[in-house]
């Protein structure tokens, strides 16, 4: 999992406060972008001002070209008692990623017609639901047939390079060091050259699909995200919608999905959270951002230890949790199993959890794949979230933000999300109902 190189933001290194994210004179410290702080967590505690997101304020979005789409978005809608009006039902391709000339004429281009048609002022529909079998991830834009013939260059010549670095032998450090730092160079350019960065899941793209003329370079800032409040935040998109996705390995899970919200608000979430950090937590403050985001695992814990509603497990051991160790997870937060998902758990009805790793979402459909989305929504958690890409260890959402968020049961599921989640128009995707309040018994009995 990589750093971010910059884009829109100044990505610094100062250091801060012991915070997640952490903003100085419109600069994102990658120090602040792995501490929320422990201290500003359990403000999470104190009442939020919630959006109060409500049934019609939902847009539910569907493809007819598959049949289950339409059955399930009528499915939800009558059991939140989503207006009929509020449904848009679209034309798109079946596959899990879109081209971006794609993604334009037949999901972009019709949604905004619709809300424009719909909600011209932008003060009707606050969150936008995908229903099961709209494509995942928006490619980058296709390469010229010069640029084709420019990255075959390059990679020829990086191939070259890691070819002449495995034939030094030890005595030749200048050399290889030159090498080292001339296949870094290329790397880079490789890396721009593929226009990555032009690349999103099209959840997050959506999420701006108000916003008119938004570069594409790579991520933008979220005006929600709790990190930025009260700062003067350069490229701060205004016109933003949450997004949520209903979607998982078959239409069996969804309505599965469906029925555990529902059924887990009126009793309440039962069993344990579990936290899996990588190491035990440092008694100063991490010079890594690996150390950061683990320290910020290790904050939660303690977070919800201290004022949540669970019984809490910490592992501080680089291993992960295995076969047995988490029985009853109601909330889950750990890394970093790439693509790999250790059956360690039994999930509780209702079960909300996230792994931290860098392609959680590539997929939801691959039958052989076991990527963490698509493994815990078959295991039977009823929402988590993951990257259709790289998504740069500092754009995953706050753990301390979501999770505090989440155990206090006044703001739903895609208010958490919005909360606690750093960029738009970039890789992350939320998985599960917006509306879903999984301490929301707790909350009224208050």
């Given at each position: 999992m990589l750093f971010r190189p910059e884009n829109g933001l100044t990505v610094t290194t100062e250091n801060g406060p012991d915070s997640y994210f952490c903003v100085?004179?419109?600069?994102?410290?990658?120090?602040g972008i792995l501490r929320l702080g422990l201290c500003a967590a359990m403000l999470l505690l104190a009442p939020i001002s919630a959006w109060a997101l409500t049934a019609d304020e939902l847009v539910v979005v569907s493809n007819r070209s598959v049949t289950d789409s339409g059955k399930l978005s009528r499915y939800y809608m009558d059991q939140r008692q989503v207006p009929p009006q509020n449904w848009l039902q679209l034309s798109a391709t079946e596959q899990?990623?879109?081209?971006?000339?794609?993604?334009?004429?037949?999901?972009?281009?019709?949604?905004?017609?619709f809300l424009q048609k719909n909600d011209p002022?932008?003060?009707?529909?606050?969150?936008?639901?995908?229903?099961?079998?709209?494509?995942?991830?928006v490619l980058p834009p296709k390469l010229a047939s010069a640029e084709r013939a420019q990255l075959k260059d390059l990679q020829q010549r990086l191939d070259l390079l890691e070819g002449q670095i495995e034939l030094l032998d030890e005595g030749q450090e200048p050399q290889r060091k030159a090498l080292q730092d001339e296949a870094a160079s290329v790397r880079r350019i490789l890396l721009k050259r593929r226009q990555f960065h032009k690349g999103a899941a099209v959840d997050s793209e959506l999420a701006l699909i108000m916003e008119e003329g938004h570069p594409l370079r790579g991520w933008l800032p979220n005006r929600y995200f709790l990190g930025f409040r009260g700062q003067d935040i350069a490229n701060l998109p205004a016109r933003v919608l949450m997004v949520s996705r209903l979607d998982g390995p078959t239409p069996s899970v969804v309505r599965r999905i469906i029925d555990d919200s529902l059924a887990v608000e009126k009793t309440g979430l039962a069993g344990k959270a579990y936290f899996d950090a990588r190491w035990p937590k440092p008694k100063e403050k991490p010079s890594s951002a690996y150390g950061r985001y683990d320290r910020a695992i290790h904050n939660t814990a303690y977070l919800l230890r201290e004022k949540g509603p669970l019984p809490v497990v910490i592992d501080d051991k680089e291993e992960l949790f295995q076969e047995g160790e988490a029985p009853e997870a109601a909330l889950y937060n750990g890394w970093y199993s790439l693509g790999n998902y250790v059956d360690a758990f039994s999930w509780s009805r209702g079960a909300v959890g996230f792994h931290v790793a860098s392609?959680?979402?590539?997929?939801?459909?691959?039958?052989?794949?076991?990527v963490w989305c698509k493994a815990m929504l078959e295991k039977g958690v009823a929402a988590t979230l993951g990257p259709v890409a790289e998504p740069y260890l500092q754009s995953f959402p706050a753990p301390e933000i979501f999770f505090g968020c989440l155990v206090q049961g006044r703001n739903e599921l895609a208010e958490c999300y919005a909360l606690a989640n750093p960029f738009?128009?970039?890789?992350?995707?939320?998985?599960g109902d917006p509306l879903y309040r999984p301490f929301k018994s707790n909350f009224q009995l208050r």
């Open positions: 100085k004179e419109r600069r994102v410290s990658l120090n899990e990623q879109i081209s971006r000339d794609d993604y334009e004429k037949q999901i972009a281009t019709p949604l905004r017609k002022a932008s003060v009707r529909f606050k969150c936008i639901v995908l229903m099961y079998g709209l494509p995942l991830r392609g959680e979402c590539t997929t939801l459909k691959k039958k052989d794949s076991q738009w128009s970039w890789q992350m995707i939320l998985l």
